[in-house]
């Protein structure tokens, strides 16, 4: 008898029923998960980013422990599960090497850990919190409210940057543009006030406020005023407070004119509070 009859003698519609069984009961299990580790984060936030650590790296195993199991049931030997396992490796990595490779950065995602859910990442230009990584991408959601899906081969090709590295704070940097004619000691001393009044800033880490000169269509000065916000969820409210507060003492002073109209007429600043 040859080999192929006998390899396709030993697939049996009741094996075919149980591969079907296990990968539905994969993918049945994972959306339990998944829904129990979002409760778990919302329950001990604390812990969230463990919690999300965790999911991507079961995932993995998961759907891999399913594929092992389907190749050592319908193989006739061990001899036929080690030679069907090769051969769908070549198979798969002749026709689907773009899939691979993603497959391999996402192995290289749950190894290496340059990253994890609940990270606030830049991948290939793409800034934003991770909020789902899996066998083949990574979701990012952006400042703006835009769901990003980056393939997991850009962690092999490209830098990945982490602004927080698994803990809940997160580097908050916040410019504002002035004349450069402006009082170093007064835009520096503003500068201190607006961070130090900051709601969202997270006294226990470092701080710093610092000056440079600039030039591009005329000179002008750049205040920055760095901190860390303590929980990296209200970054961009920590950028607007801090921006916000410094405008509106910058306009108090006289250092900042407020923009004119058509008409020569000052617009209103009702956005600013002193």
Same mark, same amino acid.
């Given at each position: 008898? #040859? ?15 149980? &591969?079907?069984? @296990? ?15 979002? !409760? ?17 790296? /079961? =995932?993995?195993? *998961? ?11 319908? !193989? ?26 993603? *497959? ?25 919190? @991770?909020?789902? &990584?899996? *066998? ?13 899906? @980056? ?37 520096? =001393? ?6 130090? $009044? ?12 610092? /000056? ?13 005023? #760095? ?17 916000? =507060?410094? #405008? ?11 923009? =004119? ?8 600043? $009702?956005?600013?509070?002193?």
């Amino acid at each position: 008898m #040859k080999p192929e009859s006998t390899f396709l003698a030993h697939i049996t519609p009741g094996k075919i029923l149980l &591969i079907c069984a @296990v990968f539905g009961g994969v993918w049945i299990l994972l959306k339990y998960l998944q829904k129990l580790f979002e !409760a778990l984060a919302q329950a001990r936030p604390r812990m969230r980013f463990l919690f999300r650590m965790l999911e991507p790296l /079961l =995932r993995i195993v *998961l759907w891999f422990g399913a594929f092992l199991f389907t190749i050592e049931m319908i !193989a006739p030997s061990r001899d036929a599960f080690m030679a069907a396992l090769g051969s769908a490796a070549i198979a798969i990595g002749l026709g689907l090497q773009d899939l691979i490779k993603n *497959l391999i950065g996402g192995f290289v995602i749950v190894a290496d850990r340059p990253y994890q859910m609940g990270d606030r990442v830049e991948i290939d230009g793409v800034y934003g919190e @991770v909020q789902h &990584i899996g *066998l083949r991408s990574t979701k990012i959601m952006t400042p703006d409210d835009t769901l990003v899906t @980056v393939p997991n081969s850009k962690v092999l090709d490209s830098k990945a940057q982490n602004a927080n590295a698994g803990v809940a704070e997160c580097l908050v940097v916040a410019a504002v543009h002035l004349p450069p004619t402006v009082d170093p000691d007064l835009a520096l =001393r503003v500068g201190r006030e607006a961070l130090f $009044s900051c709601p969202y800033l997270c006294l226990r880490q470092r701080y710093a406020v610092s /000056l440079e000169d600039a030039f591009t269509e005329a000179p002008f000065t750049i205040l920055r005023m #760095k901190g860390y916000v303590y929980d990296h969820r209200f970054e961009p409210a920590m950028k607007t407070d801090l921006t916000r =507060r410094a #405008k509106a003492e910058f306009m108090r002073l006289g250092v900042l004119e407020p923009w =004119r109209g058509a008409n020569g007429e000052p617009v209103p600043n $009702s956005g600013f509070l002193a």
